[in-house]
């Protein structure tokens, strides 16, 4: 392990880097992450970077009619019930499912 190394990981680590579980593939050591890029403490190893773009499960078009699916079955379930209290119940969901639905649409 070289004071270079070192060096650099130290400075990754007080500019909000963090310690990575995982060892370096090449020779076990231990790597620090910031902004994606991983250094090996170690062997000073920087394997490819990989941009992982995620995906939101609400920005699935399935998602959204699954959800709309939802509130169409709780208003007819709303319709048939009678108890005051499971009204109230079913209403909240309806409710929660709009703002949800909403929000994945956008």
């Given at each position: 392990?070289?004071?270079g190394?070192t ?8 500019g909000?880097?963090?310690?990575l ?7 076990k ?5 910031k902004?994606g890029n ?7 190893s920087?394997p ?19 959800l ?5 079955e709780?208003?007819?379930?709303l ?20 703002e ?7």
């Amino acid at each position: 392990m070289s004071k270079g190394l070192t060096k650099k990981a130290v400075d990754m680590l007080l500019g909000g880097a963090t310690l990575l579980s995982e060892p370096c593939p090449y020779c076990k050591g231990v790597r620090v992450m910031k902004d994606g890029n991983a250094l090996c403490i170690n062997c000073g190893s920087e394997p490819e970077q990989k941009q992982i773009e995620p995906k939101s499960p609400t920005s699935d078009p399935s998602t959204v009619e699954k959800l709309e699916k939802k509130l169409s079955e709780l208003t007819d379930e709303l319709s048939n019930e009678k108890s005051h209290d499971k009204q109230q119940s079913i209403l909240k969901s309806i409710n929660l499912l709009i703002e949800t639905i909403e929000k994945a649409k956008n």
